[in-house]
T-cell receptor, first 115, second 116 residues
Framework: GAGVSQSPSNKVTEKGKDVELRCDPI?????LYWYRQSLGQGLEFLIY????????KSGLPSDRFSAERTGGSVSTLTIQRTQQEDSAVYLC?????????????FGPGTRLTVL | AQTVTQSQPEMSVQEAETVTLSCTYD???????LFWYKQPPSRQMILVIR??????QNATENRFSVNFQKAAKSFSLKISDSQLGDTAMYFC?????????????FGKGTKLSVKP
């Protein structure tokens, strides 16, 4: 079947604008993760969904960041009033279930550039 | 806090030779998983190999093998018979065993270049 897809592939926006990043997980995967990869850095965990619930939002870097997941499938990461430091690649991953070990399958990411 | 450290920002190797990428980690947990992920220019993260901390035997996957030293908290990746397609960023990652979330903690990566 299809892998994890993300859209858009690239997004250029102006400082202060809001952006929405979309993730379509693998069908049947109940767990979904968002990570941020800044230039020269490893991946930073942002948020985890089990079904439609996000039990821990402490990884979100500020209150300008929010995420939701509907129907246990598609997830949207929203960044309000974007800042230049938000420029990064945003990666989404899904797995069959959260916890223990279930391999996470990653999407190709969205490269966000804030001018 | 759990951390993962990759001390080699960049490495290069000649095609067909062997290269070892280093990774150390810090945790107070006794059971956990360790991973090596490959990220080519396409940005797609690909799982290369994983190791369960409770297993003493080092994991191997074809040309890829690890040297897991639990007491030293070290987890290196050996790539044998390097191929041009191995050129990529390699990330070491960690997750707790039995955690409710399973989110991965990553190192900053090593950029590997395989030269013809």
């Amino acid at each position: 079947g299809a892998g994890v897809s993300q859209s858009p592939s690239n997004k250029v926006t102006e400082k202060g604008k809001d952006v929405e990043l979309r993730c379509d997980p693998i069908s049947g995967h109940t767990a979904l993760y968002w990570y941020r990869q800044s230039l020269g850095q490893g991946l930073e965990f942002l948020i985890y969904f089990q079904g439609n619930s996000a039990p821990d939002k402490s990884g979100l870097p500020s209150d300008r960041f929010s995420a939701e997941r509907t129907g246990g499938s598609v997830s949207t990461l929203t960044i309000q009033r974007t800042q230049q430091e938000d420029s990064a690649v945003y990666l989404c991953a899904s797995s069959f279930a959260g916890g223990n070990y279930n391999e996470q399958f990653f999407g190709p990411g969205t490269r966000l550039t804030v001018l | 806090a759990q951390t993962v450290t990759q001390s080699q920002p960049e490495m290069s190797v000649q095609e067909a030779e062997t290269v070892t990428l280093s990774c150390t980690y810090d945790t107070s947990e006794s059971n956990y998983y360790l991973f090596w992920y490959k990220q080519p220019p396409s940005r797609q993260m690909i799982l290369v190999i994983r190791q369960e901390a409770y297993k003493q035997q080092n994991a191997t996957e074809n040309r890829f093998s690890v040297n897991f030293q639990k007491a030293a908290k070290s987890f290196s990746l050996k790539i044998s018979d390097s191929q041009l397609g191995d050129t990529a960023m390699y990330f070491c990652a960690f997750t707790n065993y039995g955690g409710s979330q399973g989110n991965l903690i990553f190192g900053k990566g090593t950029k590997l270049s395989v030269k013809p």
